[in-house]
Structure formats: C-alpha cells, structure tokens
C-alpha cells in the first residue's frame, strides 16, 4: 500500500472527534459494556423510532420506484412544503428558490462555508460549538474563537463578537446550542443582528459583505419557557445576509433519513446548490417525497 503524501488538507484533517467517540461506545454497547452515548445527538431507533406515517411514506415511494436522481436543489414539492411549515411556525416567507435540499445538514453547512468563505477569510464561532473548526479548516479560513461564558448560558455575546467583526466574514451561530442545549435571548440575537446589519452598512455595494451562518436545527425541540428566535424575524434586513441550516435529523429521531434544508439568500442559495451538486449531496427522491408529506400544511406541528 503506498504510503505517499496526499493534499495538505487531508494531511492536516482532524476527523469528527464526536463520531470517533461515539463509534467506539457503540463498540462497547456490542460487547456487552453499558455505556450512555451523549456524543453525536443520536437516538436509539428502538426507542425513538421515526414517526410512523413517515416510514410508511418511505416505504411507499421505494415500492412507488421513487428511486431516480432529485433535481439538485430538491424536489419542488418539498421546497414548498417546508416553506409552508416555516411560515407557519416562524412567521417567516421564503420562495421556494431561496430553499435548498440536501442530505442533512452537514452537506448545507458545509456548501454554506465553500460558497462564502475564501483562504484567510475571517469565520467567527464562539466555543463550546458543534463542527465549526472543521469547516474553517476546509475552507482555510480564519479561526476567529470567542469563548463563550457559563454567565452568558454559553451563548456569544454582541459584545464579545464586536471587536472581531470588522471585515470577517462569516459569524457562525447556532442556538438551540450543541453541545449545551441553551439558547439565544430576544434581545442578544438583536443585538448582534444589529452589529451584522451595521458592519454590512460600512462595506462598499462591491465588497463581500458579513453573512450569518445560523444553524436552527435543534428549534423544534425548545419546550417550557424557552423561545426560539431567528434573525429574520428579528431584523427583517438580516433576510439578505442569513443563511438557515434546518433539517428533519433531531426533530423526528430521522439521523439515518438523511433530509436536511438550508434558507438563504438567491445568490448563495445557487451556489451551494452547485457545490452540493458536484459532491452528490442530494437527499433521496423517495425520502424527498416522504418528507413532502411530513410537512403538508393541513397537518399540525
Ligand atoms: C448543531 C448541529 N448542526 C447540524 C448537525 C448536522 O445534522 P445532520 O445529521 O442533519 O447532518 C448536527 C448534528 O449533530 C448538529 O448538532
């Protein structure tokens, strides 16, 4: 086997520590050994199987041979749908071409990053977060770390973002958090939506502007006194510099279904749909088409 040097980014590539971890407690499951896995936010399909409708709708498009490529930004029924829901539960519009499908979040965020982000472009994400160091490192970003505070429910701060926004671009949110399960105050993601808002002001009609990464895909599961908020809502200007990482993975014990969204601007949205396109990211047409179902408007959330 040749042991020559491959590029330097797979040289230098961190593999998901979570993944390893959680691999090797699944490892320990097999042998016997009772460990919990609190790693990658994954569900023991024995106890939290998919809802059943969706199964059977899974089934039905397999058996309905549902089984030929998806167009690349996703089947049209299904952008529309969940521009539905997202009315619905967010009070938020958008147009079906401001939609795109892939195979989970992680090929959005990742076309998210390739589509905005250049080599010593500044990407600022606070710490504890999920995978943000290794899509800088993909995209040879900048690694602009704050790190968040336990006073601050570890949640970023305008404050603590100010200093670093001048000329970044990109600032990569995600609440509900991974890995603490807390989330944004009204008034905070105002805050920083403010800041994105007057940073973009400065910036010439010709410079790349400051985009939000905001990654929501825990929303549905707040519960209690806790709000989830979204920049949109907040700021109806945040609309052209935001961009939504959504999918079905958490909210319906669906991991392994593998349908995720990402809502933006038209421009970006094009171009991830591109870079998605080159990798084969695509969702399934059969689960595409299951999923249209899940998010049929006359069904309540
Ligand atoms: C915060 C966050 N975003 C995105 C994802 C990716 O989800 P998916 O399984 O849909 O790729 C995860 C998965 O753990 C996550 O924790």
């Given at each position: 086997?040749?042991?020559?040097?491959?590029?330097?980014l797979?040289?230098?590539?961190?593999?998901?520590?979570?993944?390893r971890?959680?691999?090797e407690?699944?490892?320990?499951n097999?042998?016997?050994?009772?460990?919990?896995?609190?790693?990658?936010?994954?569900?023991?399909?024995?106890?939290?199987?998919?809802?059943q409708?969706?199964?059977?709708?899974?089934?039905?498009?397999?058996?309905?041979?549902?089984?030929?490529?998806?167009?690349?930004?996703?089947?049209?029924?299904?952008?529309?749908?969940?521009?539905?829901?997202?009315?619905?539960?967010?009070?938020?519009?958008?147009?079906?071409?401001?939609?795109?499908?892939?195979?989970?979040?992680?090929?959005?965020?990742?076309?998210?990053?390739?589509?905005?982000?250049?080599?010593?472009?500044?990407?600022?994400?606070?710490?504890?977060?999920?995978?943000?160091?290794?899509?800088?490192?993909?995209?040879?970003?900048?690694?602009?770390?704050?790190?968040?505070?336990?006073?601050?429910?570890?949640?970023?701060?305008?404050?603590?973002?100010?200093?670093?926004?001048?000329?970044?671009?990109?600032?990569?949110?995600?609440?509900?958090?991974?890995?603490?399960?807390t989330?944004?105050?009204?008034?905070?993601?105002?805050?920083?939506?403010?800041?994105?808002?007057?940073?973009?002001?400065s910036?010439?009609?010709?410079?790349?502007?400051?985009?939000?990464?905001?990654?929501?895909?825990?929303?549905?599961?707040?519960?209690?006194?806790?709000?989830?908020?979204?920049?949109?809502?907040?700021?109806?200007?945040?609309?052209?510099?935001?961009?939504?990482?959504?999918?079905?993975?958490?909210?319906?014990?669906a991991?392994?279904?593998?349908?995720?969204?990402?809502?933006g601007?038209?421009?970006?949205?094009?171009?991830?749909?591109?870079?998605?396109?080159?990798?084969?990211?695509?969702?399934?047409?059969a689960e595409?088409?299951?999923c249209?179902?899940?998010?049929?408007?006359?069904?309540?959330?």
């Amino acid at each position: 086997m040749s042991s020559g040097k491959l590029s330097q980014l797979s040289e230098t590539l961190i593999g998901s520590e979570i993944v390893r971890l959680g691999a090797e407690i699944k490892e320990k499951n097999r042998q016997g050994l009772k460990v919990y896995n609190y790693t990658i936010g994954d569900f023991d399909s024995s106890i939290f199987p998919i809802p059943q409708e969706l199964e059977e709708e899974i089934i039905n498009a397999y058996k309905e041979r549902h089984t030929t490529y998806p167009p690349a930004d996703g089947i049209m029924e299904l952008r529309s749908a969940v521009a539905g829901f997202i009315k619905q539960r967010e009070k938020i519009e958008y147009a079906n071409n401001e939609i795109l499908i892939a195979a989970g979040g992680r090929p959005l965020i990742y076309a998210a990053f390739r589509a905005i982000v250049d080599k010593k472009d500044k990407v600022i994400y606070a710490v504890p977060s999920w995978n943000n160091n290794h899509y800088v490192h993909f995209t040879e970003g900048e690694h602009i770390v704050i790190e968040s505070q336990h006073k601050n429910n570890f949640m970023p701060t305008a404050e603590e973002i100010r200093p670093h926004i001048k000329g970044a671009s990109l600032l990569a949110l995600c609440s509900p958090l991974n890995p603490t399960g807390t989330t944004f105050s009204k008034e905070e993601l105002t805050a920083i939506c403010d800041l994105v808002i007057e940073e973009n002001a400065s910036r010439g009609e010709r410079d790349k502007k400051l985009y939000l990464l905001y990654d929501q895909i825990y929303w549905t599961l707040t519960y209690g006194d806790t709000a989830h908020v979204n920049p949109v809502t907040l700021r109806p200007k945040m609309k052209e510099y935001t961009i939504f990482i959504d999918g079905i993975s958490k909210a319906f014990a669906a991991t392994g279904v593998r349908v995720g969204w990402a809502m933006g601007p038209v421009n970006i949205i094009n171009k991830m749909k591109a870079i998605n396109s080159h990798v084969g990211a695509w969702a399934p047409m059969a689960e595409q088409k299951s999923c249209s179902w899940l998010f049929t408007p006359n069904r309540s959330y």
